[in-house]
């Protein structure tokens, strides 16, 4: 949030992980309350506020009115609304985007969207006027992101000690949060850390995002896959069955594109269901034709009788049924 302007109208902070959403909207609520003492400037308000006595559908209005107030004792006000995600359809945010054309200039407000879709009217309405977008999501460049927290931690972490970082927090990146505010108090702000500094710090690694397993499974990387199944049991606290579900999803797609009449990545993508980025589709499309259909048929079969073992029909415990399940799997795209 380093590069998040103050003096803008209104702030829509959006991500899909709630403890890195809190974080970054209690930072925002700092920064623009400055010296203002937060007891007089700040009205907090969620989905209590938005629910009427009557039982009728949550409205906006509340907090609209919450925005056009003026300052009482003090100079500015900081309005925050949690729990927006309430709110899907254009109609239901019309008031507030009617308000910022016209927003009070002594108001800061700020609109914490947690997931979901952010109506377009209420998108556009913030670039036209002034807005600020902030988003907490990680996403894939989740180097990029720990070194932009670690920046505003004011911590200066080396290269080494960064990619040991990305590598403990896996898809756990919440966990930054609280191991950020500890390396500050053990070091002081513009401490400089290299790994021998936070590798004590460190307890047992995160879970890892589920393409990252099946990566390598389709590169017939026994080694890596069975690190990662690890990692997505034990640090991301995936259920058996879970991870079960992932692995036949990944492969029913295989089996679905095996042998049918698709040119490219487009046509699979149709093929498959999949909306938006055809990127999982060339994937799955590219290795469907690596595998072919006798390995692939292998493969559902495989796990097939994983599931069955897992719900009761081989004594074996369930890690390692997965274990010998994926150590399997990626011998066949050897």
Do not use: C, N
């Not at 709630?18 to 920064?31: F, K, N």
Request: zero cysteines; proline letters at 6%.
């Amino acid at each position: 949030m380093t590069a998040v302007r103050t003096d803008a109208p209104v702030y829509l902070v959006r991500g899909d992980d709630d403890v890195i959403l809190r974080d970054a909207a209690r930072e925002l609520i700092h920064r623009l309350l400055g010296d203002l003492d937060a007891g007089l400037a700040v009205d907090d308000m969620g989905r209590d506020r938005f629910q009427p006595t009557d039982g009728s559908e949550p409205t906006i209005a509340p907090l609209v009115q919450a925005a056009q107030t003026p300052p009482f004792l003090t100079d500015r006000r900081v309005v925050v609304g949690r729990d927006l995600e309430v709110f899907t359809r254009a109609e239901q945010v019309a008031p507030l985007v009617a308000y910022m054309e016209d927003p009070l200039p002594t108001t800061s407000l700020i609109l914490v969207w947690a997931q979901g879709r952010v109506p377009r009217s209420l998108t556009d309405a913030l670039k036209a006027h002034g807005g600020e977008q902030v988003d907490t999501s990680p996403g894939r460049k989740i180097g990029a992101w720990v070194e932009e927290q670690l920046r505003d931690a004011r911590l200066q972490v080396d290269k080494p000690g960064t990619e040991l970082l990305v590598r403990w927090l896996g898809d756990d990146p919440q966990r930054l949060v609280g191991l950020g505010a500890t390396l500050v108090g053990a070091f002081g702000e513009g401490a400089r850390l290299g790994v021998e500094d936070i590798e004590p710090f460190l307890g047992e690694g995160g879970g890892v995002p589920p393409w990252e397993l099946t990566d390598a499974l389709d590169r017939g990387d026994i080694a890596t896959a069975l690190a990662k199944l690890r990692r997505m049991l034990d640090g991301g606290g995936r259920h058996p069955l879970v991870v079960m579900a992932t692995l036949h999803g990944h492969y029913a797609r295989m089996l679905q594109l095996d042998g049918a009449p698709v040119r490219g990545e487009k046509d699979a993508a149709e093929l498959l269901g999949i909306r938006g980025s055809t990127f999982p589709a060339r994937k799955a499309l590219q290795q469907a034709r690596r595998l072919g259909h006798d390995r692939i048929v292998d493969a559902i079969s495989l796990i097939a009788a994983a599931d069955l073992d897992l719900r009761g029909a081989k004594a074996w415990p369930e890690d390692l049924v997965l274990e010998v399940l994926v150590a399997r799997l990626a011998r066949l795209a050897r």
